[in-house]
């Protein structure tokens, strides 16, 4: 397949650019976080993003979605990045759609699918304890109980947690914390009986939270996937999620360059230009190239997805590389900007801030270093 | 059968008759075993009958310059046809047959800026193997600044005489022609006074003298000119305009330069070295840092490849391939640090049979180099500054 974006894309890439940039800039994420607003981004906006057919992007025509394709995912996630927009796109339309698609039984795609690419339901995985991301070492116990199972234990860094209605829970059905295998996902609905939602303010004033469940009891409906063998479908499809949030770091990132070049084009001391000093163009430069080789590996890892199989190299490539240029990217433009850079009045500072958290999210450099030198055979 | 399937097919079929075993098995290309390239020209001397035999059977063929039209010298294949005979050529592990400047930059700007007659005089000589050509470009005071140079061509009615000193001219003592940047108008500003001009080495006026470097090796030479004559039949594109090939060359060689081919992975190489414990590399600050070269190794193998799409499907290359020189050099010199470090004390052997004579370290130093020849870093940052993101100069 050619490293290009065929017409189809184009026109979608041209689609999302606009539409984002219109309707959700960086200044509504401001006006949200100064609002203190309980949902973190605006339902309108979300109504809109259905209407476009974005909330379903992923989800196949079957179940009344798009059927894009991760590489279409990829492109409205950029767009995002750049603009920094507000809504649980990631969390359900990619992360839950995703997992939800690839271990769910007809019955549960049918039921959630369709109302996912609607935007009627908000989804989100809640399977990380841990500081750091590492599913495997889900303590939260799923007992077997008559017709069903109680789930006992804690989740945290949920995404759109505050305000999913469905979440797609890991635990621990048999096998010892650390062990791939006795792991189970369960739905788990927001207003079920001993689960305690607590929205965490985090640095990115979006929407996130941690999750107590003290005995909450579940169906055996509730169970999705097979018993005991959540990982095997859960780390396939959380690949194709990670590569997408890829696309979303890369997106911050170019915005992070290219304001930033405008900003040197435009500012003078000295009585010069700033944009002349050799020591900011080569700082400029490269961050340019390590912006254009992250890209690269962004866009044939979502090509890849696209293609099937097992990708983890791909994907963990991606991840990695999109997570150290972002923090590359957002470091350099505030160093760039100055003083300027530092006040809250201007935007970077909400871009440094929202990177570090999609860095982490799912895997960070180190843990996606690892996994490729693993998957890369030492 | 598709054309191109009969066509694999007679090129698998002809490739195995002819062949020579001697030719297949180790890997060519410039970054290593140079002693066993066959870089052609007169004063070229054949490691073997089968490298000879080979070269001469590619030739016939015009498969040693494969989309080179056929009046040229060259097979007159498509580029599709081309990427089967490479991926033929490499199932069986054939050596290039000829490995050449002529081939790899003068052959692109003689068809792109030369005269019929010209590419009729030159190209097939370049195809066969029978000239080898140097670059002239660098001079004492013309380094980064490259269009600064001095050497002078005076008009003398059918040829220019020709005085000056060029620097860093790869292969010069071993080569029979040079193609060259010299000074035609000295009134001009600087980019507008310069010329291409071809000349043969084998003549009185012409003498090289190589320069050894860190690494041992002398890869490059002073070349001085005292009265060397070049007809103005080898005068390439308009006279003062030389500026023009000189810049498309220099975007070739950058692009070239940063697509050295697939460097073997570090990590059979440290696997092998250092042992593996539960399949991991035992030093794991090590594998550390061979995991972040080769995401950025693999990430960048990915950009050349979205670069020649990019290029097939319309796009302008232009100052992009200043970014590929320079990130893909810099990349090469960190990856020869790594391979040092894998090797730990047996990498600073210099000479003897263990170390095939100091092969590591010789590489290892020949890669400072990368970051320097074909406009140093610095300069390819220069131009993505100015030409890319438009800042002010």
Known sequence: ?378 | MSDLEAFREETRAWLEGNCPQSMRGTSGGLASGEDDICWGGRKFVFKSEDQRLWLERMASCGWTVPTWPAEYGGGGLSKVEAKVLASEMRRIKAQSPLVSFGIWMLGPALLKFGTHEQKLEHLPKIARGEIRWCQGYSEPNAGSDLAALATKAEDKGDHYVINGQKVWTSYADKADWIFCLVRTDFEASKHNGISFVLFDMDQPGVSTKPIKLISGNSPFCETFFDDAVASKENLVGEENKGWTIAKYLLTHERTGISDMGIPTPLNALATDKLGTVDGQIGDKMLRHQIAEHEIDAASFMFTLERAKDEAKAGGDMGAFSSMLKGYGTELNKDRHELIMKVNGSDAFEWEGQFSNNGEIARNWLRTKANSIEGGTTEVQLNIIAKRILNLPA
């Open chain 1, 1 to 378: 397949m050619a490293m290009i974006l065929n017409e189809e894309q184009q026109l979608l890439k041209e689609s999302a650019d606009g539409f984002f940039a219109e309707k959700a800039p960086v200044g509504q994420l401001r006006q949200l976080r100064d609002d203190k607003d309980e949902a973190c981004f605006s339902r309108d906006l979300w109504k809109e993003m259905a209407e476009m057919g974005f909330a379903g992007i992923l989800v196949s025509e079957e179940h009344g979605g798009a059927g894009f394709g991760l590489v279409g995912a990829g492109i409205v996630a950029e767009a995002m990045g750049r603009n920094l927009s507000a809504s649980p796109f990631h969390a359900s339309s990619v992360a839950a759609a995703l997992v939800i698609e690839a271990a769910g039984s007809d019955q549960q795609k049918g039921r959630l699918l369709p109302a996912i690419a609607a935007g009627e339901t908000i989804a989100t995985l809640a399977i990380d304890e841990k500081s750091s991301h590492s599913p495997e070492n889900s303590a939260m116990k799923a007992e077997v109980l008559d017709g069903g199972y109680k789930l006992s234990g804690m989740k945290t860094f949920v995404p759109e947690g505050g305000a999913a209605d469905q979440f797609v829970v890991l635990a621990r059905t048999s096998g010892e914390v650390g062990s791939q295998d006795g792991l189970s996902l369960f739905l788990v609905d927001r207003r079920a009986s001993g689960l305690i939602i607590d929205r965490t303010a985090m640095t990115d004033s979006r929407n996130w939270a941690k999750l107590t469940f003290e005995g909450v009891q579940v169906d055996a409906d509730a169970l999705i996937g097979e018993e005991g063998k959540a990982m095997a479908a859960l780390d396939p499809a959380l690949d194709k999620a990670r590569v997408v949030l890829s696309a979303e770091l890369l997106g911050i990132a170019q915005e992070c360059l290219d304001q930033t070049v405008k900003y040197l084009q435009e500012r003078k001391q000295f009585g010069v230009l700033i944009g002349s000093f050799q020591g900011l163009q080569h700082r400029a430069a490269q961050l340019f190239s390590e912006i254009e080789v992250t890209r690269s590996a962004v866009l044939k890892a979502l090509q890849m997805g696209d293609m099937g199989g097992d990708f983890r190299w791909f994907a963990s490539l991606a991840k990695a590389k999109a997570s150290k240029t972002a923090e590359l990217a957002s470091n350099e433009a505030i160093q760039m900007h100055g003083g300027i850079g530092m006040t809250d009045e201007f935007d970077m500072g909400f871009y440094i801030k929202r990177a570090r958290v999609l860095q982490a999210l799912y895997g960070d450099y180190n843990y996606h270093a690892d996994r490729f030198a693993s998957a890369s055979g030492y």
